[in-house]
């Protein structure tokens, strides 16, 4: 019993502030938790390991052949700035980036807007074979993007599609509809009804709900899909491969095998082209970042 009360007034002793010189008072110490320490430590040593490969791929984009080859040093000893012009100019990166960019932001568009009225109906409406459809739209999912390759490719040359801008968005928008709809029905079923019957008293249609009440709400759960499908066709490769013949209309990722070839290696240029093509995925994510958790962390929770 003494033991607990000795215990106890050393703990409230040392809770209690203490006065200074000058007269003021100063608050309890607090000691370092451990297992914060270990947590932080832990976090760290996972973003330096997520790092160092863009760390390498830097590096590695501004030595020269020679130097990246004999793989002596980690840093270069003389930056080669102009890897980064030759990969720009004599590599037409240029245009690579410009048919991606275009691609892209065609597909998210095209994703957004299916998906989003999609989820929408999926979510408010009662219509026969709705249970069908959700059923579908699983199924598809489970189906590998390889096994519906040779399907795509018939269809889009029995369209005339071909070596046409036209028939590549379509096939990136086809192959991202199915997981979006999903993401965006989760979304919209969290909404509350009360929204919808407000804004119908006060005369407002279907559609107009839609684009007004509802679809602003769902802004987290819109990036999210953005960012998901966005990378998606950014780093698409064996369909542009297999459709484009005229190499002005390949994407990035089509566009990088130029510097591979086994008669001039150029792997400088080729790691200088790739640090040129994340940029716009990065400046995109830090855009889209906050509704990006907002979207993640609403998902957790539901």
Avoid: C
């Amino acid at each position: 019993m003494s033991r607990t009360t000795g215990r106890a007034d050393e703990m409230s002793v040392a809770s209690v502030p203490t006065s200074t010189a000058e007269g003021g008072t100063r608050p309890p110490r607090r000691g370092v938790r451990l297992d914060k320490v270990g947590l932080y430590g832990l976090l760290s040593v996972a973003a330096l390991t997520a790092l160092f490969p863009l760390l390498w791929l830097l590096s590695g984009s501004l030595q020269s052949l020679t130097e990246l080859l004999s793989n002596e040093r980690f840093l270069p000893a003389d930056p080669q700035w102009h890897n980064y012009v030759t990969a720009w100019v004599q590599g037409e990166l240029g245009i690579y980036l410009r048919n991606s960019v275009l691609y892209t932001g065609s597909a998210v568009i095209g994703i957004l807007l299916v998906s989003s009225l999609a989820g929408y109906a999926l979510a408010r409406l009662d219509f026969a074979g709705k249970g069908v459809f959700t059923f579908v739209i699983l199924a598809v999912m489970i189906i590998p993007a390889p096994a519906m390759f040779l399907a795509q490719y018939k269809l889009l040359i029995s369209l005339n599609l071909t070596n046409n801008p036209v028939g590549y968005v379509l096939i990136l928008i086809t192959s991202g509809i199915p997981m979006s709809t999903l993401i965006m029905r989760s979304f919209f079923v969290s909404q509350p009804r009360a929204l919808e019957e407000a804004a119908a008293l006060d005369g407002a249609g279907p559609l107009r709900i839609f684009w007004n009440v509802i679809l602003p709400l769902a802004r987290p759960g819109m990036a999210a899909v953005a960012v998901i499908q966005g990378l998606g066709a950014w780093n698409e490769y064996l369909m542009a491969l297999v459709l484009f013949e005229d190499n002005s209309l390949m994407p990035v990722q089509r566009g990088l095998t130029a510097f591979t070839s086994a008669e001039t290696p150029q792997q400088q240029i080729l790691l200088a082209a790739t640090t040129i093509s994340i940029v716009p995925v990065v400046i995109f994510y830090l855009m889209a970042q906050r509704h990006i958790v907002k979207g993640i962390g609403a998902g957790a929770i539901k």
